[in-house]
């Protein structure tokens, strides 16, 4: 019994065993095809191009087996299959515009195997196919980050960029050449990558290569600006002060450090202060519309904290200086819709702050209170007639600005033109439950 029983586990085993063997017989059998499928490609690669999709199914079966699984070889040939079809991806579109590339990045996937082969290479001529393959891979990565960034795909673009830092690493580590030649092309990668981190919301992967930018010896204005960026994103408002002042220490002529201020102190409602600001921001940027139209912003809200106050002097001085830079904003650009909306907001509430006195004088029915209250409206009916044309303009513009709309309807309620009042009102219920506007009033009639 018991030799029989013993002769059952030497049949098992030896069971299992020739599984085993036939299982590496049949991954290194695909791990050929895939090797062969390279090489075809690169004989004739519009006639093998196939091959590619034929060597990366089989490439797959291959790293199912452990065994293969554990050497270089099949990591290798892995990353040859997937840098061909990156440059494949690259090169024939221009041959042939019905051209379909990929929907994955190849590049990346590259990338990934020519790193998973470096730890297991036993011989040199692997651990040198790994590095090659890396170095040739980083400008498909490079050109896939650049594209993605041009994009406004920040993501892709951060991830693309960090990748080639780490390439860099590898390739710098192992004594090989890298293409970021310099110091100052590291820098710029990290830098590249922080910002488009920030830019995509990854803020702990910001802070992680902005903070190693930084401790490289990187202090240049932009630093400073990304970082300013990055902890008023991340809620941290004192340590984003910091960087500004540091910053603006440094480099207190460098225009970006300056509008990151701007944006801070409009932020804390720092009116005052943000006058002389953006005058200097004007002086270096004098065609830049959007700073006359906040400068224009800063003074109107000026004008009506000292129109509560009672100051009319200085209530006026920045009604005009509001004016102003709203109207140079249209001198430069005479469609744009900010300063246009603007501009009739500012007589708007001009108006709407005098009828709180005209309302006062509304229960006085003596004659002198009459004549005051018909003088008052006069000169406040002139005042909302100024603003009407900006809101026609502004309509005009952008049949879906909702604000304009409220003004339009409210004017020509005063005026008595209740057609017009109806139809501003009718558009804006659309607007608020859901519908859009396609075309405008005042640009058709």
């Known amino acids: 019994m018991k030799k029989a029983f013993f002769a059952l586990i030497f049949l098992a085993a030896g069971a299992v065993a020739m599984h085993a063997q036939a299982d590496i017989k049949e991954a290194k059998k695909n791990l050929k095809t895939a090797q062969k499928a390279v090489s075809l490609y690169n004989l004739d690669n519009r006639a093998n191009s196939a091959k590619l999709e034929e060597g990366v199914d089989a490439i797959k079966l291959a790293l199912q087996n452990d065994e293969l699984k554990a050497t270089a070889a099949p990591f290798l040939a892995e990353g040859d299959l997937y840098l061909a079809v990156a440059s494949r991806d690259v090169s024939m579109p221009m041959l042939d515009p019905e051209w379909k590339t990929v929907d994955y990045n190849a590049a990346q996937l590259a990338y990934e195997a020519y790193t998973a082969a470096l730890p297991l290479s036993e011989k040199k001529f692997e651990s040198e196919a790994a590095l090659k393959g890396l170095s040739e891979t980083a400008g498909y990565i490079n050109n896939a980050a650049v594209d993605a960034y041009n994009k406004k795909d920040f993501e892709n673009a951060y991830k693309g960029f960090a ?9 710098t580590e192992n004594g090989k050449e890298s293409f970021l030649a310099d110091d100052a092309k590291v820098n710029d990668q990290y830098l590249f990558t922080g910002i488009c981190a920030l830019q995509a919301g990854a803020l702990d992967v910001a802070e992680e290569y902005l903070t190693k930018l930084l401790s490289r010896g990187y202090n240049e204005p932009g630093i400073y600006e990304s970082l300013f960026n990055l902890y008023q994103a991340k809620g941290d408002k004192e340590k984003a002060k910091k ?4 910053g603006l220490a440094k480099y ?4 970006g450090l300056l509008f990151a201020q701007i944006n801070l102190y409009l932020q804390e409602e720092r009116t005052d202060e943000l006058v002389g600001k953006l005058e200097m921001a004007i002086d270096k940027e004098p065609t830049n519309k959007s700073l006359y139209s ?6 109107d809200k000026l004008y009506q904290a000292y129109d509560q106050q009672g100051n009319e002097a200085e209530a006026n001085r920045h009604f005009d200086a509001a004016l102003k830079n709203y109207e140079k904003a249209l001198e430069i650009d005479p469609e744009y819709s900010d300063a246009v909306y603007s501009i009739g907001t500012l007589y708007y509430n001009k108006a709407a702050l005098m009828s709180q006195e005209l309302n ?7 004659k002198e209170g009459i004549k005051k209250y018909d003088a008052l409206k006069a000169k406040i009916d002139v005042i909302f007639d100024q603003a009407l044309p900006y809101f026609q303009k502004a309509e005009a513009l952008d049949p879906m600005e909702r604000n304009a709309l409220i003004a339009l309807k409210e004017i020509y309620a005063r005026k008595n033109q209740l057609d017009l009042s109806n139809e501003f009102k009718d558009r804006l219920d659309k607007i608020d439950a859901g519908g859009t506007i396609s ?3 005042f640009k058709k009639n």
Request: aromatic share 10%; charged share 25%.
């Open 243 to 246: 960087y500004l002042e540091d």
């Open 294 to 299: 906040t400068l224009g912003q800063v003074h």
């Open 360 to 366: 006062e004088l509304a229960s006085d029915y003596s």
């Open 252 to 255: 207190p002529e460098d225009t």
């Open 439 to 441: 075309s405008s009033y």
């Open 163 to 171: 990748t080639m830092l780490k390439i860099h690493d590898l390739l």
